[in-house]
């Protein structure tokens, strides 16, 4: 079974300095690969998706993350954090060939980014 | 467009009652997803709706469950409540097989 690790529960960084929040995905074959961000008391709003094809992805807010085969990873970075990006984070793989088709997304545990002004 | 809206917002119920939510998918999605969140345990994947059918379920008892309608709106029913059921109920939905997942903003489940 898929499994998607995080391992900073928590990321104090201040306004203006780099962001990187790591992702480790354990799947045996080409994962569909998410980064969500999650406002306290709110909904999952999709940062960033990679499929296919080029392994460096550009998303929203000016986040970006790499796919990397070889370390199974997909971080999540960012090279200078606003205070509002204050939010949790959620990695998410998406089970490709689920019964029936579809694309059930298994989650890390997140990770909490605390922004200092 | 609009995005996947869910109701209630809040919902308090105590042990044993019945509980359900509801969920809209964005416009032309057809399948729409449940998770749950609860404290400690992150997100969990619950049910899966397509095209009005159950297609898949999570590691959840038969306690809970729930139906697609014809306009791919769907409903979450989790009867015989207990503690561990209070949780923030997120429903997404998605546009075809793979595909990225939209979420709404959830309902608050407190069970008492």
């Known amino acids: 079974a898929q499994s998607v690790t995080q391992p900073d529960i928590h990321i104090t960084v201040s306004e203006g300095a780099s962001l990187e929040l790591r992702c480790n995905y354990s799947?045996?074959?080409?994962?569909?690969l998410f980064w969500y961000v999650q406002s306290p008391g709110q909904g999952l709003q999709l940062l960033l998706k990679?499929?296919?094809?080029?392994?460096l992805v550009q998303g929203i807010k000016g986040f970006e993350a790499e796919f990397k085969r070889s370390q199974s990873s997909f971080n999540l970075r960012k090279p200078s954090v606003h205070w509002s990006d204050a939010a949790e984070y959620f990695c998410?793989?998406?089970?490709?060939?689920?019964?029936?088709?579809?694309?059930?997304?298994?989650f890390g545990t997140g990770t909490q980014l605390k922004v200092e002004l | 467009e609009a995005g996947v809206t869910q109701s209630p917002t809040h919902l308090i119920k105590t042990r044993g009652q019945q509980a359900t939510l509801r969920c809209s998918p964005i416009s032309g999605h057809t399948s729409v997803y449940w998770y749950q969140q609860a404290l400690g345990l992150g997100l969990q994947f619950l049910l899966w709706?397509?095209?009005?059918?159950?297609?898949n379920r999570g590691n959840f008892p038969p306690r809970f469950s729930g139906r697609q309608f014809p306009n791919y709106s769907s409903e979450l029913n989790v009867n015989a409540l207990e503690l561990e059921d209070s949780a923030l109920y997120l429903c997404a939905s998605m546009r075809g097989t793979y595909n990225e997942q939209f979420f709404g903003p959830g309902t608050r489940l407190t069970v008492l």
């Open positions: 799947y045996g074959a080409t994962p569909y």
């Open positions: 990679y499929f296919s094809g080029d392994t």
């Open positions: 998410a793989v998406g089970e490709e060939g689920f019964t029936g088709g579809g694309n059930k997304l298994t």
């Open positions: 709706y397509d095209e009005g059918e159950e297609r």
